[in-house]
């Protein structure tokens, strides 16, 4: 099992440029989430897909969009990318909502 | 809304010594999930310990352990003959049990000396 692996590991993009970060689990996972972290902050929730299917708000989405393209897999999208979304990306997974989340090696992301 | 609090930004420990990482949480929920996740220089978040608020005995993982107060909403990390490996950031982290979202702490960087 491979577990959580995201693409790219680490991406710089200009400012008003767009990407998709990928996220895919091989865990038979019902939920996938994504994170930002940023120093001093923790992590905080940008979005998660609680099953296949549905997706809601987290925390902190504006700016973001995502798609739960199957089970496996659950994606990030930056339509405008801005300075403020310099960041590390992370992407978890956990069989239910209330239990225990597996994360991603994490995507950096540097916005100029 | 909850929240997660952990006062120790940094901590130093010589190895094969005991450290203890605190956390303090607030919430109105009786019911939800503590956890505890290391994220080593690699990035990469680990789960180290998970507590579940019903459960009146403290969880522990081999050489980590917690001291759960829920009166205190405090939920502390032992760490035990720390290893040089350990160093590492340490989250505390709250999820209630209906899903609504993880709660991170902004985090403890540990550093195991030699």
């Known amino acids: 099992n491979a577990g959580v692996t995201q693409t790219p590991k680490f991406q710089v993009l200009k400012t008003g440029q767009s990407m998709t970060l990928q996220c895919a689990q091989d865990m038979n996972h019902n939920s996938m989430y994504w994170y930002r972290q940023d120093p001093g902050m923790g992590l905080r929730l940008i979005y998660y897909?609680?099953?296949?299917?549905?997706?809601d708000k987290g925390e902190v989405p504006n700016g973001y969009n995502v798609s739960r393209l199957n089970k496996r897999e659950f994606s990030l999208r930056l339509e405008s990318a801005a300075p403020s979304q310099t960041s590390v990306y992370f992407c978890?997974?956990?069989?239910?909502?209330?239990?225990?989340?597996?994360f991603g090696p994490g995507t950096r992301l540097l916005v100029l | 809304a909850q929240t997660v609090t952990q006062s120790q930004p940094e901590m130093s420990v010589q190895e094969a010594e005991t450290v203890t990482l605190s956390c303090t949480y607030d919430t109105s929920e009786n019911n939800y999930y503590l956890f505890w996740y290391k994220q080593p220089p690699s990035r990469q978040m680990i789960l180290v310990i998970r507590q579940e608020a019903y459960k009146q005995q403290n969880a522990t993982e081999n050489r980590f352990s917690v001291n759960f107060q829920k009166a205190a909403k405090s939920f502390s990390l032992k760490i035990s003959d720390s290893q040089l490996g350990d160093t590492a950031m340490y989250f505390c982290a709250f999820m209630k049990t209906s899903y609504d979202k993880v709660i991170f702490g902004p985090g403890t960087s540990l550093s195991v000396i030699p």
């Open positions: 978890a997974s956990s069989y239910l909502a209330d239990e225990t989340q597996y």
């Open positions: 897909s609680a099953s296949e299917g549905t997706t």
